[in-house]
């Protein structure tokens, strides 16, 4: 199987804002604003429909009624890494929705399987019968 294209997005449709990250970090965590928070407008941006579609159809807590996906990057103590991450994770997010669903096909069961059911409900229907009192 050979790899599919990447789809990559604009860097302008990115908006990128540093915020001050949450949890321990003694003093620094105050004054240093070293995480990430990324918007990406998918209605208005260049990817394609189908991609486009699939990503608002998603029922992913981090997307907004009005189709922004919203990621917040903080793992890491610098901000250049924090960004780098933000924009890795969107990407795997368009990668992930770029792989369109296999189409389920319906099927019958065999002959066999059909057999080896009944068998077993006559089997268990047996089990119950004997199992009740006998008519006077």
């Known amino acids: ?25 003694g003093q620094n965590v105050n004054k240093v604003s070293s995480a990430v928070h990324l918007r990406f ?31 917040k ?13 933000a924009l890795a994770r969107l990407q795997a997010i368009i990668d992930a929705a770029a792989v369109a669903p296999r189409v389920r096909r319906a099927t019958q069961p065999t002959m066999a399987s059909r057999r080896r059911r009944l068998d077993a409900k006559r089997e268990r229907s047996d089990v119950k019968r004997l199992r009740a009192r006998p008519l006077d």
Request: glycine share 4%; proline share 6%.
């Open 1 to 25: 199987m050979h790899p599919r294209p990447r789809i990559t997005f604009l860097s302008e449709e990115v908006v990128l804002t540093a915020i001050r990250a949450q949890g321990a970090g």
């Open 41 to 71: 407008d998918v209605p208005a941006s260049s990817l394609p429909d189908a991609v486009k579609a699939r990503l608002l159809a998603s029922r992913d807590s981090r997307l907004t009624d009005e189709g922004v996906l919203v990621l």
């Open 73 to 85: 990057a903080q793992q890491y103590r610098s901000q250049d890494m924090n960004r780098a991450d």
